[in-house]
Each structure stands twice: as structure tokens, then as C-alpha cells.
């Protein structure tokens, strides 16, 4: 793993002597075993004293890389990943993972698709919203 994305001891020990470490939920790590925390756009500006999440190995603290930020958004692994570190943080902080796009759209054509009387569901439903207000109408001239 490259050292860049390891906090130095500077920063640990900063850490150490905020005291908001507890309250503030600083220096968050991440279970491995868990669903990730939030993963934002601004990872590559992350420190140890941020509330974003952290990883912690073999006693080290480090920042996700770009491609675990990929991969926590479920983009495949044959995912090209071009440009500098900050322009992948941003995009892949700000993407929507492509496996929850899936399932939303599936849903939808599902959800539309499934509905035989779309159709005539439209118009009954515009029909009352018709009955809706005409009677509301009269209520008032009355």
C-alpha cells in the first residue's frame, strides 16, 4: 500500500489531544465486516480528525484508496479510474452506485410494466381529481 495514504504519527497525535475525539465522532474507523459509512466527494482532503471514515490495519490508520471508494460504490473492478486522486474522490463520492441505479430502474419498468390498466388507472385517477374539484366548486357557489 502506498504511504500516501497513511495518517502520520503527527497527525495521530493531534488526534489524540482534541478534546472533542469522543463527542465529535473523530477519527471514525471503519469495520470491515460492516456496511461503509458515508464515502463523500471530499475523501481526498480527509484527515484523522474528520468524522469521515477511517481505515485501521495492522495498528495503522490510512484513508480509503480511490479504488476502495470504487468498490464501495459497487463499481466493477474492470472500472478505468482515470485522473488525479482529488478528481476521483469528488467523482466517485458524488456517483450514484451503479448497483443501487439498477434496482431503481428495474423497479420502475417493473412497477410499469407489471400494471396492465396503467392506462385506465391514469384516467380514473384524473376523473376524481375532475370530481375533486368540481365538488369543491359547488361547495363554494352554494
Known sequence: ???KYYFSEKALAGLKQ????TSMNKGRVQALDQPCNTVGA??????????DPILLINNRYRMFTPR??????SFPESFILPGSKTVLYRA???AVPP??????TNSVIEAMTEDHNYEEKKLQYKQLELDLIFSRGTKTNS
Do not use: C, P, Y
Request: proline share 0%.
Open 1 to 3: 500500500m502506498d504511504q
Open 18 to 21: 482534541t478534546k472533542h475525539f
Open 42 to 51: 471530499h475523501l481526498a482532503k480527509v484527515s484523522i480528525n474528520s468524522t
Open 68 to 73: 476502495e471508494v470504487a468498490r464501495i460504490q
Open 92 to 94: 466517485l463520492g458524488n
Open 99 to 104: 448497483v443501487l441505479m439498477w434496482e431503481v
